[in-house]
């Protein structure tokens, strides 16, 4: 099993311009989840699903959209990139939200000038 | 809403020692509660969780961690610390119909020889 696959691995943006992050499990996994992580902010949640075709919003929604129209899918979506939104982003999964814990990708560092 | 409250952003101990890293929730609902560990450019891996039942938890690598409902806290130790615990150490709660973890700051593990 692979697991949660992130890619790209590392991304340079500029101001203004949109991207993909892409997020992909192959454990069947209901839940997914997408997460930034900042220094001294611990991870903070983005978007998030509990299944196929449907998100909703974390704490921290404003610049990105999801979306989920397969169970093993679930990108993340940059319309406009902002420096503030240099992070590290971490995908994650789980097969039962509360039980389990969830199983995280390994992360994509994205810088915006 | 629930938060964790971790104390300390780094943590220094020495090779041979005890690991203590705190872990203050607040819930209104009954937590779930796990401890995570990121080594460096990696992703967050599972060590322990509690959901229900037994109230000490063991996990991966010696850690262990003590759920204390009265003092709303999951402090995690471990008897003797290694080279290779060098690491970050979050902790997260979630409840039972929850969507979301939430995650405390982190600890910086530093081990000194």
């Known amino acids: 099993n692979a697991g949660v696959t992130q890619t790209p691995k590392f991304q340079v943006l500029k101001t203004g311009q949109s991207m993909t992050l892409q997020c992909a499990q192959d454990m069947n996994h209901e839940y997914m989840s997408w997460y930034r992580q900042d220094p001294g902010m611990g991870l903070r949640l983005i978007h998030y699903?509990?299944?196929?075709?449907?998100?909703d919003q974390g704490e921290v929604p404003n610049g990105y959209n999801v979306s989920r129209s397969t169970t093993e899918d679930f990108p993340l979506r940059l319309l406009s990139a902002a420096p503030s939104q240099t992070s590290v982003y971490f995908c994650?999964?789980?097969?039962?939200?509360?039980?389990?814990?969830?199983?995280f990708g390994s992360g994509t560092r994205l810088t915006v000038v | 809403a629930q938060s964790v409250t971790q104390l300390g952003s780094h943590v220094s101990v020495s090779e041979g020692a005890l690991v203590l890293l705190r872990c203050n929730y607040s819930?209104?609902?009954?937590?779930?509660l796990f401890w995570y560990v990121q080594y460096p450019n990696q992703g967050l891996q599972l060590l322990l969780k509690?959901?229900?039942?037994?109230?000490l938890v063991k996990g991966i690598n010696g850690f262990e961690a003590e759920f204390k409902k009265s003092e709303t806290s999951f402090h995690l130790t471990k008897p003797s610390a290694h080279m290779s615990d060098a690491a970050e150490y979050f902790c997260a709660v979630t409840g039972y119909g929850n969507n979301r973890l939430a995650f405390g700051k982190g600890n910086q593990v530093v081990v000194i020889p």
């Open positions: 819930s209104s609902v009954p937590p779930y």
């Open positions: 699903s509990v299944g196929a075709g449907i998100t």
């Open positions: 509690y959901t229900t039942g037994a109230t």
């Open positions: 994650a999964s789980s097969v039962d939200r509360e039980w389990y814990g969830y199983t």
